[in-house]
């Protein structure tokens, strides 16, 4: 079974520049998360997703990041414009549905804003 | 609100050496689930176990073991026998059973431990 894909591994942009992150989660699963894991610290919910709807967005900063999972697939992560405190791995996971305690987590993309 | 310490940021064994690694938590719910997971320099995270709150039967699974006490809050792991392998970071998790408000389980990490086993 194929797990979590994500792409770009690795994206450097200059601040005020705009980026975005894809994620493809494991087939047939419903839920659908992205994670900001700045270094050093542990992975922080941006924004949940269940089938192409919003679960919870409490943490996403909105007004510089956005998310769709339009198809109720794979996902897109927009932040747009880049500040330094963004650069971080962008975590996508995904779980059969949102009463499932067990996410399977991507390899991240890791941003550097310089 | 909920919280998990993590307070070893690094640790450093020899190979064949057993090395622990603690796990402290805070919630106010009785219903909660705790888990560990492991992220290799590879980057992605891999779950290790789960545990809810009602089953404080300590776990073994191969070289691994995990300690949950309830009285002390903690939710300790426990490496047997290291291996170079075994070299990554570890955090660990804790979800309350059903947050109504957001209608999902939230998962709070630690700041992980960093564990490095030299050969």
């Known amino acids: 079974e194929a797990g979590v894909a994500q792409s770009p591994r690795y994206k450097i942009i200059e601040k005020r520049q705009s980026v975005a992150f894809w994620c493809n989660p494991i087939s047939g699963h419903a839920t659908l998360y992205w994670y900001q894991q700045i270094l050093g610290q542990g992975p922080k919910l941006l924004i949940q997703f269940q089938n192409n709807g919003v679960v919870d967005d409490s943490q996403l900063p909105k007004d510089r990041f956005s998310a769709e999972r339009l198809k109720g697939v794979d996902s897109t992560l927009k932040i747009q414009p880049a500040k330094l405190e963004d650069s971080a791995v962008y975590l996508c996971?995904?779980?059969?549905?949102?009463?499932?305690?067990?996410?399977?987590f991507g390899p991240g993309t890791r941003l550097t804003v310089t | 609100a909920q919280k998990v310490t993590q307070a070893q940021t690094e640790i450093s064994v020899v190979e064949k050496e057993d090395v622990t690694l603690d796990c402290v938590y805070e919630t106010r719910d009785t219903t909660y689930y705790l888990f560990w997971y492991k992220q290799p320099p590879s980057g992605e995270l891999v779950f290790l176990i789960r545990?809810?709150?009602?089953?404080?039967q300590n776990e073994i699974s191969g070289r691994y073991s995990w300690n949950f006490q309830k009285s002390t809050s903690s939710f300790n792991f426990t490496i047997t026998a290291s291996q170079v392998v075994d070299s990554a970071v570890y955090f660990c998790a804790l979800s309350e059973a059903w947050d109504s408000g957001a209608g999902s389980y939230q998962l709070t990490f630690g700041k992980g431990t960093k564990l490095s086993v030299i050969p």
């Open positions: 996971a995904s779980s059969l549905d949102r009463v499932s305690y067990e996410q399977y």
């Open positions: 545990r809810n709150s009602f089953d404080e």
